[in-house]
């Protein structure tokens, strides 16, 4: 439908989920929803790095163990995370034996990696793949902003790397029915969204920065679909945060399109008291820890039937920023619907 948009016409289903989060995202609301709650935020691990690997090989192994299969049984796996070379994703994926799609979309990357699980299964191409995202404070932060041993200032304008990890197991409908016997999650389609910069050079504002991008695909997904956010529970974002998700209310707005009385942000609900977090969480695992344990968990309770998913990605490197440039940024949203 239109340029960006694809409908899935055999609607793959999510049949398991598995999450790890840290200390901190544990404290909130999201943090009864998650399946490892780590009680160090180092994973018994000697470096933040390998902290942030192993959650990932967690979530992934553990969303195979929740749908009682072995490794053996997955087709692929599609995963990233945000450090330079997707290192926790690839590194994760050297242990684990299968077949790797190693995909970057920073912090959109669930909704990416979900997307093209998605369509792999819908094509008939594969029949159990794993889609997976994580990130870590510590390891964002020495990588994109300021060791934490420096102790540096934060800007009130600064949101907080979620640490966490997410995994989903999509699987085509006859695979489902035989590997849980009960309907899972339809991914029913996607709208794929384009790389959008409006000139924000501030690398602590992820927020006004991440915005746009997300005004741009879901106002391009009711433009294609020609539905409306009244025929959806939810419209969540990913890792806009307090100052972000006032901007993308008012910038869908200026278009004619009121999301406000069914919008929810990712980074806005996964702490405790936001006003302690300035803006809130982001990250990789913002969007992949809230989906696959809170709004999971709604959907297969029968509390909400329908939502649209647009996780955001600021597609910065620490190069760019040094020598002056913008951040361009991007979303890609896919529809859940149990």
Known sequence: MGKQTIYFRNK????????????????????????????????GES????????????????????????????????????????????????????????????????????????AFVDGGFCNRVVAATGSHFASAERQYRYPLELGTTRPPQSQWTVTGAGAALVADAATAKKDVKDDGIAITCATLGKVVDFGITDVNNM??????????????????????????????????????SRILKDLTWE???????????????????????????????CSAVVLNSYLHAKLMAGAFHKILFAATGALLSTVTSGQGESIPCIAHAVVLER
Do not use: W
Not at 217 to 243: K, M, Q
Not at 262 to 284: L, R
């Open 255 to 285: 278009k004619g399109l009121d999301v406000a009385a069914n919008h929810v942000d990712c980074g806005e609900i996964i702490y405790n008291v936001i006003e302690d977090e300035f803006q809130g969480g982001s990250g990789a695992g």
């Open 12 to 43: 793959p289903q999510i049949i398991s989920v598995s999450t790890v989060a840290g200390t901190k995202e544990c404290e909130g609301i999201i943090g009864r929803y998650v399946e490892n709650a780590l009680s160090d935020d180092m994973y």
């Open 47 to 118: 470096t933040y790095e390998k902290a942030e690997c192993k959650m990932l090989r967690s979530v992934i192994d553990g969303a195979i163990a929740n749908a009682e299969l072995k490794r053996s049984d997955i087709d692929a796996i599609v995963s990233g995370d945000l450090l330079n070379q997707i290192i926790s994703a690839s590194f994760a994926a050297r242990d684990l034996a299968v077949p790797f799609l190693g995909v970057y979309g920073a912090c959109s990357t669930m909704a990416e990696s979900l997307a093209v699980a998605a």
């Open 207 to 244: 927020g006004a920065a991440m915005a746009p991008a997300a005004a741009d695909t879901i106002l391009t997904h009711f433009r294609n679909t020609g539905e409306s956010p009244e025929d959806y529970d939810l419209i969540v974002t990913g890792d806009l945060g307090a100052l972000g």
